[in-house]
């Protein structure tokens, strides 16, 4: 039998804090519980964000942690032809289209529909979905707006996706970090809608790169944050219609600030850099998380 494979996958566009310290320890002891294996991935595709000195700085803290993957360290800025042959695939399967609303145009659209009061739909985020307008625009004027330079990003036919599966949409969540216990969650897709899959620009996106990732370095285990719980959904729905395999999830518990929300990489203050400057060692900070 082959070994589990776990991964912890930073965006390098901030400094790590302690929501990521638990993120990474929690892959570490799953890893170690049952003998996997652990990778790290930088998820790197939004350049203007990214930095080679916030990789460097990840690449510290996690070293001060006394945190150890399996090498190479996969760099997503790297692999964008193998996201573009997924993107490809899609195209072909015309199970994307060039959306061309910008963000003015959707909110003008979702106002005026309020106006008359009726509700517009929120995905899990509390971002509006988009509205599928554009998804019946003939091949023709698609690529004379393509050809014309407007900008346009590729979404997900979201109906279409799951129109084109077998059945029932889920996947199999571990109930406790001790791994014991597992549940069947029904994934619902729908409420994303049509998400963006690639942009021009960048020819992929988080959830993208996250499945083709996933599969190419065979992870068997996801282990994140419950942040990423409902993104689940989509990444699945992703899984089905590449024909990926699907691993196992762990969302854990999120690390809150003392206003009970969830930490972001501005907070300085619970930085692990900030944290390491103000005398508190591996093992306090493991003591904060809880572990
Ligand atoms: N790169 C994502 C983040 O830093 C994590 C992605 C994932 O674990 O699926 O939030």
Known sequence: MTAPVFRFAPSPNGELHLGHALSALTNQKMAATIGGRLLLRIEDIDVTRCTPEFEAAILNDLAWLGMAWEGPVRRQ???????????????????????????????????????????????????????????????????????????????LDTAEALARLPGELNWREWTDGAMTVTADIAANAQQWGDVIIARREIPTSYHLSVVIDDALQGVSHVVRGLDLYFATSVQRLLQQVLGLPQPSYFHHRLVLGPDGRKLSKSQRDTGLAALREAGETPDTVKAMLGL
Not at 107 to 127: C, L, N, T, V, Y
């Open 77 to 155: 800025s790297e692999h964008f032809g193998e996201y573009e042959a997924a993107l490809e695939r899609l195209k072909q399967d015309e199970l994307v289209y060039p959306a061309f609303m910008s963000r003015g145009e959707i909110r003008g659209a979702i106002m005026e529909h309020e106006a008359s009061g009726k509700s517009w739909p929120r995905d899990p985020d509390g971002a509006p979905v988009y509205p599928g307008t554009d998804k019946q625009m003939s091949k023709r004027e698609r690529q004379r707006r393509i050809d014309s330079g407007a900008p346009f990003a590729w979404r």
